[in-house]
């Protein structure tokens, strides 16, 4: 589904020049569920950001399907991504001002559902990440692992082809975090592509394969057949 | 302590340029027309202040249900006043208008064009700084002078002017005095000329200004309530004796004059009467609105301040938080924000004070005076208001930010109030309602004035030149020489003379009747060819014709109106009218021979008055009434025409006086001045108002849409289109546009209509400003608005999309 190859991405500021990615290349098939772990300032952000065409490369190419990406302008990576890309954040990213009902309904508005096809697909969401009793909360009254269901089930109700996760589980205590992750990989079992950028190995149980980066680069890849437990640094 | 917080004030002012810019450009604004308002109103108020006398002078005006109020008295009323009231000490008599005169010295000729002529007493009413002679010498006779130091230079340089004798209109006088007038007064004028004789007690001549001086302390109503029975007893019932008419009866039909005493003090501000002497009156009304419209001008751009400042708070709620938890008090945070803004509210005063010391000048010009900024105590008020506005301004988002709990700010969960945002919405409405309402008033008066401008008049005003007549003797024959000689010269289309012309104001009033019926009316005496040459529409009968010899003696032409209330509008030829200077001895009947068309003969802001029209040569002593001439003159080589007309008239006409002359299109445009300059400062104001609040709504704009931009990101993650982004944000700005609108489409209406009500022809309210206003406004807030939010979905995702 994703074939990336030597990706490159700096920053550069008034003083300093950042690689935060050099040369990575990397292929993510359909149906995977791929976690990304690495030390802080690593390039797991950035390669999230880039897959999910929030940010662009300076150089590499990206193949999303069979479309090359890499150099398409804000407004093709844009319809792409609200077709296909469902996101979800270390700090759920909710709008304050709409309630749990209206934030999930937000996609579909935007792909254009019908408002009685929205409902439907709405309810059954809500329903599915355990949150219908709430519909009508707003996030500020929801706790962090509430909040973050909702943002999945946002993720979720376009019923998009790949799913990406920035350090989904980073604001919430083992528990809610546990609710999250299970919710992930049932999502995996039906058929979505994850991916997930985590620090947490006991996280990364869940996926189906694991790369660390180091300073812009894979350093290495593991599969996880079993649940094995996997040493970081 | 008060290092650290200029540190946080000035990096903050260069983070929010912006507010500082909205906050202080519309500050200045806004008390930059407030002092020039002030200055104005100061000067206004300043006339006869000066006056020692201001509290005990008192101007009579005399008021009768037929005629309205007259400003001028009869010399009975100035004889009897004084000799029968023991409350009145002294009166003089003083002509109300500027006269022009030529003097003669040493063989050489001074024009001046303000002229009085006055009683002897002149300066004990007015007692100007007296700088050479005295006045006291000037009361002495009647052939002496006094001369203002302008005059006097002009003509006697540095040399002492008293004891010259001087030559004006053929008679010798004698200067006594030359005098300065010490601030602005009711009477400025250059040269004073005393009446030739006293004056007899006489009850039909309302000519000149007549001026009471009251013992201190006098009541001033029952003066006047002595004065009113005078002019019963000594002119009403002699005159009804034997005639069986009552008092009553008699006040009916012609109107028992009352008087009305109007203190020199503030008579230039507030006068019954329709004229303040010579230096003019001033608009109170229209001080009124220019002191409501600045002070507007003033609160809109204190409500962008609090907007503002609450709308960024939330930002600075950090800062708050920290200094909260460092252990500064509510009162210390207060009073430091306080000072941010007093710092705000200074400059603005010192960029204000700049602004109306480089507009002062134009503003001078605009309304013909001279104002400095230092008149007066403006300045200080100007600074105390700037002061107590910024403490105001400062208070408020003061205590809102000081309110903030810390605890939760740090924890960065302030969540916006919902109070807060409706308090903003409220002042962004009202804002809006302000600068619509300008909108719509500039629409309206533009409407207005085109309406008058393009009015038919009813007499044709192009291409007619009108040349002055001074004072110079046998005028009327000076014109048919004019006439006989000018009218040749192949550029000059025709020549005519009537005693008034339009748009010149005064018209001549006195009493017109036809058998019981009478009542004061215009007058005007005209060339035969006149009615032709004004293009006057005759409706009835004829105009004046040399083929009618009875067409200098007894004939007369009304108007529409005058016909009207005679009573003899379906039939008026032939019906035999008499006119006011008809001695009683004077038989002849005025046979009505036409019946004209009304039109504009006094501007078109006054209601068209009865008014009858006689040839000159029907009364004697009407002869010296001329003082203008008229010429149709061809449009080509205007300038060449000019001057063979002023050939002739340095030869034959006048030799003395200079040769003054103008358009009477241009003349009568003057009419028409005063609305436009009301106009102009509408419209000033209006565009003034309306860049406050633009600059506000702009910065409020950046401000919300600012705090929007994590949403606007998240959208924008979620495959929101930009149409999708811009919407939300623009949304609740379009709302409040629409709302404020509604609101402000009555009032306007009001306010418009009662403004209307003040023109006697008026147009009827145009509906399209009301349109057009809403559209613009909703136009201008989309394109404001639009421009911030377009700018928000260009935003770099990531950076707001981060944890913080
Ligand atoms: N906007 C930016 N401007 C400059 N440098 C940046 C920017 N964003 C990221 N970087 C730099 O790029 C590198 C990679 O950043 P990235 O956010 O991908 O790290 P990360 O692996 O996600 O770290 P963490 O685990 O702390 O989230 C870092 O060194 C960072 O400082
Ligand atoms: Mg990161």
Redesign the pocket.
């Known amino acids: 589904m994703i074939t990336i190859k030597n990706l490159i991405k700096t920053?550069r500021?008034e003083e300093v020049e950042?690689t935060?990615l050099n040369q990575l290349s990397l292929s993510v098939n359909t149906g995977e569920f791929l976690s990304i772990m690495?030390?802080?300032?690593?390039?797991?952000?950035?390669?999230l950001n880039i897959i999910g065409l929030l940010d662009s490369p300076d150089d590499g190419s990206y193949q999303f399907d069979v479309e090359e990406v890499a150099s398409y302008n804000e407004k093709q990576r844009a319809s792409i991504r609200k077709a296909n890309i469902g996101f979800v954040f270390q700090n759920f990213n909710l709008i304050d001002e709409l309630s749990v009902y209206e934030n999930v309904e937000l996609p579909l508005i935007y792909n254009k559902v019908k408002p009685e096809d929205r409902k439907v697909k709405v309810t059954q969401m809500l329903e599915r990440v355990g949150i219908a009793h709430r519909a009508k909360h707003f996030p500020l009254q929801l706790s962090g692992g509430q909040q973050q269901r909702v943002a999945v089930a946002r993720a979720l109700v376009t019923n998009p082809k790949l799913v990406l996760a920035d350090?989904p589980t980073g604001n919430l205590d083992s528990k809610n975090g546990n609710e999250v992750m299970e919710l992930l990989s049932e999502l995996n079992a039906q058929g979505t592509t994850i991916i997930m950028?985590t620090?947490s190995a006991y996280d990364a149980k869940f996926s189906t394969r694991t790369i660390s980066?180091k300073d812009g680069e894979i350093v290495s890849e593991i599969k996880n057949e079993q649940k094995l437990d996997i040493l970081i640094q | 302590m008060l290092k650290i917080w200029f540190k946080i004030f000035y990096r903050n002012s260069k983070k929010n340029w912006l507010n500082l810019l909205v906050n202080i450009s519309g500050l200045t604004l806004g008390l930059a027309g407030l002092l020039i308002v002030m200055l104005y109103f100061n000067d206004e108020n300043s006339y006869n202040q000066w006056n020692p006398n201001k509290d005990d002078v008192y101007r009579i005006a005399n008021e009768s249900k037929r005629n309205g109020i007259y400003f001028s008295s009869t010399s009975a009323e100035a004889i009897l006043f004084k000799s029968d009231i023991p409350e009145v000490e002294e009166t003089v008599l003083i002509s109300p208008f500027y006269r022009s005169r030529v003097l003669k010295y040493n063989g050489q000729n001074t024009f001046t064009e303000k002229t009085t002529f006055t009683e002897p007493e002149f300066f004990n009413f007015f007692p100007f700084e007296i700088l050479e002679g005295s006045s006291g010498k000037f009361l002495e006779n009647r052939k002496h002078i006094a001369l203002s130091k302008t005059l006097s230079e002009e003509i006697f340089g540095d040399k002492s002017a008293i004891g010259n004798l001087v030559t004006i209109d053929e008679e010798d006088y004698t200067v006594s005095c030359v005098y300065e007038v010490p601030g602005n007064s009711h009477y400025e004028s250059d040269l004073l000329i005393q009446f030739s004789e006293p004056f007899e007690l006489h009850w039909g001549n309302f000519q000149n200004e007549l001026f009471c001086k009251l013992t201190p302390g006098a009541d001033v109503a029952e003066v006047k309530s002595k004065m009113n029975n005078i002019i019963i007893e000594k002119n009403i019932k002699p005159k009804l004796e034997g005639s069986g008419i009552t008092l009553e009866e008699f006040d009916d039909k012609y109107g028992v004059i009352k008087v009305l005493l109007e203190n020199l003090g503030t008579i230039r501000l507030h006068h019954k009467a329709d004229y303040a002497g010579p230096s003019g009156k001033g608009n109170y009304q229209l001080l009124l609105v220019l002191t409501g419209l600045s002070l507007l001008l003033i609160l809109i751009s204190c409500v962008n301040f609090i907007n503002l400042s609450t709308a960024s708070a939330s930002q600075r709620a950090k800062e708050v938080g920290v200094k909260k938890t460092l252990g500064l008090s509510k009162k210390e945070l207060t009073i430091h924000y306080i000072l941010e803004v007093l710092v705000q509210g200074f400059m603005a005063l010192l960029f204000a004070l700049l602004l109306v010391e480089l507009i002062l000048p134009y503003f001078n010009e605009f309304i013909g005076k001279d104002i400095s900024i230092f008149n007066g105590t403006s300045i200080l008020k100007i600074v105390g208001v700037a002061f107590f506005t910024s403490l105001f301004i400062g208070l408020v988002p003061a205590i809102y930010v000081s309110k903030f709990k810390s605890i939760e700010v740090l924890k960065g969960n302030y969540s916006r109030s919902k109070k807060g945002v409706l308090v903003r919405n409220a002042m962004l409405a009202l804002q809006f309602l302000i600068s619509g309402f300008f909108l719509i008033g500039v629409l309206v008066i533009y409407s207005q004035i085109h309406f008058m401008i393009n009015k038919d008049l009813g007499f044709d005003k192009d291409q007619t030149l009108v040349v002055d007549v001074f004072n110079v003797g046998s005028e009327y024959q000076k014109y048919e020489l004019a006439k006989q000689v000018l009218s040749k010269n192949s550029n000059i289309l025709d020549v005519s003379a009537s005693m008034f012309v339009p748009g010149e104001g005064n018209v001549n009033g006195t009493n017109l009747s036809y058998g019981d019926v009478g009542f004061n009316s215009g007058s005007n005496l005209v060339d035969f060819n006149y009615i032709d040459f004004a293009k006057l529409k005759v409706l009835k009968g004829r105009g004046f014709s040399e083929a009618f010899s009875s067409d200098t003696i007894s004939s007369i032409v009304i108007n529409e109106t005058a016909a009207k209330r005679l009573g003899i509008y379906d039939d008026p030829i032939g019906k035999k009218l008499r006119v006011g200077w008809m001695r009683d001895e004077d038989n002849r009947p005025l046979e009505v021979i036409g019946m004209i068309q009304d039109y504009h003969f006094d501007g078109f802001d006054t209601k068209i008055d009865p008014m009858f029209l006689l040839h000159w040569n029907t009364f004697s002593f009407s002869k010296d009434w001329l003082h203008a001439m008229q010429f149709k003159v061809k449009s080509d080589d205007v300038a060449q025409t000019i001057s063979a007309i002023e050939d002739f008239w340095k030869v034959h006409v006048d030799s003395e006086y200079p040769f003054s002359y103008g358009f009477l299109d241009k003349k009568f445009a003057e009419t028409y001045d005063k609305y436009q300059k009301q106009q102009t400062m509408f419209l000033i104001l209006s565009i003034m108002v309306i860049i406050i609040s633009l600059l506000g709504l702009f910065a409020l704009a950046t401000l919300t849409i600012q705090q929007r931009l994590k949403e606007v990101a998240i959208r924008k993650t979620l495959g929101a289109s930009a149409r999708e982004i811009i919407l939300p944000l623009i949304n609740s700005f379009l709302k409040i546009t629409v709302i404020a609108s509604l609101i402000l489409l009555p009032i306007a209406y009001f306010l418009m209509q009662n403004w209307l009500d003040n023109f006697v022809y008026r147009i009827d309210m145009p509906i399209w400003p009301y349109i057009v206003t809403p559209i613009l406004l909703l136009v201008l807030v989309f394109s404001v608005v639009g421009f911030k939010a377009y700018h928000a979905t260009k935003i770099d995702l990531?950076?707001y999309l981060k944890f913080e």
């Open positions: 920053y500021t950042t935060a690495g030390p802080s300032g690593c390039g797991k952000s950035t390669l350090e950028v620090h980066l | 990531i950076k």
